[in-house]
């Protein structure tokens, strides 16, 4: 007889041998039980967890000589022949190699025929999601309303790709991956069996390996029995599948706590070397900071862990090193970099590359650390300011924190135009007539005409600085009023066009913050149209200096125009030649 395979040898013969399955073979039995067996199902989940087997064990128990029975015989006609496959009344289609419209319609003509010796007809399609739409549509009325003795048993790992219409007509059940605990137990049953000699740790990488299919699992330890010579421990798993060791990735995590790039770079490259698959290192570890993460979000979840006593009790010890913000960091890294393998000529360089990353990762703040320490520095500044705005009263309070001493130990005076500016407080000029004279600061709150006037060489030359032609609209404005902060501007009446300029927003917040910039108090500024003003008007020392009537004769009249007179102080020209092309002063 030829050898079969632990997969086939050891496949479910009954409902009750199926594992980890229960929610399903326990409404089945009890659907041949009470006799509500409907006329097609759909068994959908991974692949390897007894999605077939659980089909075949139905269609069992449906024809048994001795049923229908929840407990088939397994040993009758029916039973032996679906056993065998070589059954007339259940018919196994491969939905992959039988997808065409033409076979489902050979499908449909042969339905109609009695079956041959057992109760029912039962078709049963694996892979079913493989058929074509047009299938699936030459199905949909035999599907519905199939002949009495027919039976649909529909099984797939894609149920997303099965077309409504066919679900809708279906019963489904849904299969679960088969916990690691449950593998493990059916693999000592067949070792038991098979007479081999195997550890628990190999077992469990088994298990591992597996990923939840019982059928993997199986394949597996056949594979081993045949490599090992009935004798099998961790490290032959670890050399015939290439798996990654549970100490080797603790010593990997270990080396991460640390920030020890060059020794995980060492460890990498011993993987390569030994070859390793690097891509089943990444997900491995990766599962590793998946269980970390569990049990640093309560240590009372090791119930989620699929893994033995000690395994549990070794990830315990590392949890206390890193903190679910940097384990959330590693995991999302390693998984950026486990999509980029399937895309990379160079795999190596990107695993190297991401742990590289993560040893010279910053220091990791969760939020509400974040938020704390932002408070904090809130308060600080609040503090900072509070405690200046104690040592700074009054309204130049900005100015004073730059300049060192308040204005009442220094005060600084402001030179005629043209001079730098002076570092400080915002303090009434010193005389032009005596340099040496110091003018006391005027009371806080509160400006002074004299005051102004002295500051106007200094406002003129920091204007003309930023926005000349503001400067030039400026220069024929005349004091004609200061009261307590605001300080209101004249214009002539020929020159209503300059104050229309400087009322608009943007020109009028450039004046005012020179002002205020420059006399060291927040002032505001009005603008009004008056007649010609009289010499009193004239601020002595600054636009009269600026302004002489003798540059300007009064029989030039066709040089008063005040948008070239203005120009010309701005810029310090001189008239050469006019509009008639008379000559002018030059000199």
């Known amino acids: ?35 509500r067996v409907a006329h097609a199902y759909i068994f959908t989940g991974p692949r390897g967890i007894g999605k077939t087997s659980a089909a075949r064990i139905f269609a069992k128990g449906l024809n048994c000589e001795k049923g229908p029975t929840p407990a088939p015989c397994g040993k009758c006609i029916s039973c032996a022949g679906i056993s065998s496959g070589t059954s007339m009344d259940v018919i196994e289609i491969d939905g992959a190699s039988n997808n065409s419209v033409d076979q489902v319609r050979e499908l449909r003509e042969n339905i109609k025929f009695s079956p041959s010796y057992g109760r029912h007809k039962i078709y ?39 077309p409504a219409t066919i679900l809708s007509r279906c019963q489904r059940f849904d299969f679960r991956r088969i916990p690691i605990k449950s593998i493990i137990s059916k693999l000592k049953d067949i070792a038991a069996a098979e007479k081999l000699n195997i550890s628990e740790e190999a077992l469990f990488s088994i298990a591992t390996s597996s990923d939840g299919s019982m059928r993997d699992a199986e394949s597996i330890l056949d594979q081993l029995a045949s490599f090992c010579d009935k004798k099998i421990s961790r490290e032959d798993i670890t050399a015939l599948l290439g798996t990654i060791e549970e100490d080797k990735l603790t010593d990997i995590m270990g080396r991460l706590f640390a920030k020890d790039a060059a020794g995980i770079l060492r460890s990498i490259d011993e993987l390569i070397i030994s070859g390793k698959d690097i891509s089943q290192f990444i997900k491995g570890l990766m599962g590793y900071v998946r269980n970390l993460m569990v049990l640093k979000v309560s240590p009372e979840l090791d119930s989620l862990l699929d893994l033995t006593e000690s395994h549990i009790e070794k990830l315990k010890g590392q949890i206390g090193n890193f903190r679910i913000e940097e384990l959330l960091y590693i995991f999302y890294t390693l998984s950026a970099a486990a999509g980029s393998l399937k895309r990379s000529d160079v795999p190596r360089f990107i695993v190297e590359a991401s742990f590289i990353k993560l040893c010279r990762r910053a220091e ?57 500016a002076q570092d400080g407080p915002a303090s009434p000029p010193r005389d032009n007539n005596n340099d040496n004279e110091v003018v006391p600061a005027a009371p806080a709150g509160e400006v002074t005409s004299d005051e102004v006037l002295r500051a106007w060489p200094r406002i003129l030359e ?74 009193s008007s004239m601020p002595s020392g600054g636009f009269a200096e600026l302004e002489t009537q003798e540059e300007y004769p009064a029989e030039e009249n066709d040089f008063n125009d005040p948008i070239i007179r203005s120009a010309v102080k701005i810029f310090g020209g001189k008239i050469v030649k006019g509009e008639r092309g008379g000559a002018r002063r030059d000199g």
């Open 364 to 420: 990791m703040m969760s939020l509400p650390e974040i938020a704390d320490k932002i408070d904090r520095l809130k308060s600080g500044v609040v503090e900072a300011a509070s405690g200046s705005a104690s040592d700074n009263r009054g309204p130049a309070a900005s100015a004073r924190r730059h300049s060192g001493p308040p204005a009442e130990e220094k005060a600084v005076a402001y030179k005629t135009a043209g001079r730098p």
């Open 1 to 35: 007889m030829s050898y079969i395979v632990f997969a086939r040898k050891w496949r479910p013969n009954n409902f009750d041998e199926i594992i980890a399955q229960a929610h399903i073979t326990t409404t089945l039995k009890n659907a041949i039980r009470d006799n």
């Open 124 to 162: 049963i399609i694996d892979e079913v999601h493989m058929l074509s739409l047009g299938a699936f549509n030459a199905l949909l009325k035999t599907l519905e309303e199939p002949p009495g003795h027919a039976k649909f048993i529909f099984a797939t790992t894609n149920p997303e790709k099965v």
């Open 462 to 535: 920091i204007i003309k600085g930023k926005r000349i032609s503001i400067a030039s609209y400026l220069i024929e404005g005349r004091v004609a009023k200061v009261q307590g902060l605001v300080i209101t501007l004249s214009f002539s009446k020929k020159f209503n066009l300059h104050k229309e300029v400087l009322e608009e927003a943007n020109n009028k917040r450039l004046v005012e913050d020179t002002y205020s910039e420059v006399l060291g108090r927040r002032v505001k500024l009005a603008f009004i149209t008056s007649e010609e003003p009289g010499p």
